[in-house]
């Protein structure tokens, strides 16, 4: 028996590096309305670079990282106001300022919990509160990808990171995680009549 087939709704972005953000429309078109629409293809753009340079920076153990942190984004109402793209420029700067490169030769690599304990390191510190920004290495002019944030989500977030960095360093990474408290392996004991 045939089944009817499924309707599928693609949504195709079309942009041109001619939109600019201080480049005019044209105001006479041979063809009215069929214009795009300056803001969206200026948005599309700055999607497109920021795709080429997660693909360039990431790694397995930063994409993993990035996880987590993406989890605390929609568990954690402190960390919610932090957009996906400020999430993964956090953390390939935090794997970054160790001296981490996402080319395998030579290069050291951390863990993924040297850079979740790393990240929580930079926001706990301050310096979402009053540290110099995070800015947006794909467009030209500096922008503070973290000027969104109020005064007072800055410090929720910072006492938040503090507190996952505490619970971290005591070896409580699961209730960071929101999972259940692993239970503690079996020492092999040996049987009473063995006796050494």
């Not at 309707?7 to 009215?32: C, G, H, K, M």
């Not at 503070?144 to 410090?155: G, I, N, P």
């Not at 977030?157 to 960071?176: E, H, P």
Request: aromatic residues 6%; hydrophobic residues 40%.
């Amino acid at each position: 028996k045939r089944s009817l087939p499924e309707v599928v709704q693609v949504r195709v972005n079309i942009t041109s590096t001619a939109f600019t953000e201080d480049s005019e429309t044209p105001a006479a078109l041979p063809y009215p309305g069929v214009v795009l629409n300056q803001k969206h293809c200026i948005l599309t753009m700055a999607q497109v670079r920021q795709t080429k340079w997660f693909e360039t920076k990431m790694s397995v153990n930063l994409i993993v990282v990035l996880q987590l942190l993406k989890d605390l984004n929609k568990r954690i109402p402190a960390w919610a106001p932090l957009s996906v793209w400020s999430l993964e420029l956090m953390v390939e700067r935090c794997a970054r300022s160790k001296g981490f490169s996402p080319l395998p030769p030579g290069r050291p690599h951390l863990n993924a919990a040297e850079v979740l304990r790393r990240v929580f390191e930079l926001v706990a510190s301050g310096f979402v509160v009053d540290g110099p920004g995070l800015n947006d290495p794909c467009e030209k002019v500096p922008v503070d990808v973290l000027a969104h944030l109020t005064r007072q989500e800055r410090e929720d977030l910072t006492a938040s990171a503090q507190y996952a960095l505490r619970l971290m360093i005591f070896n409580q990474l699961y209730k960071i995680l929101g999972i259940p408290k692993p239970t503690p392996a079996k020492q092999n004991q040996l049987p009473p009549s063995v006796m050494l």
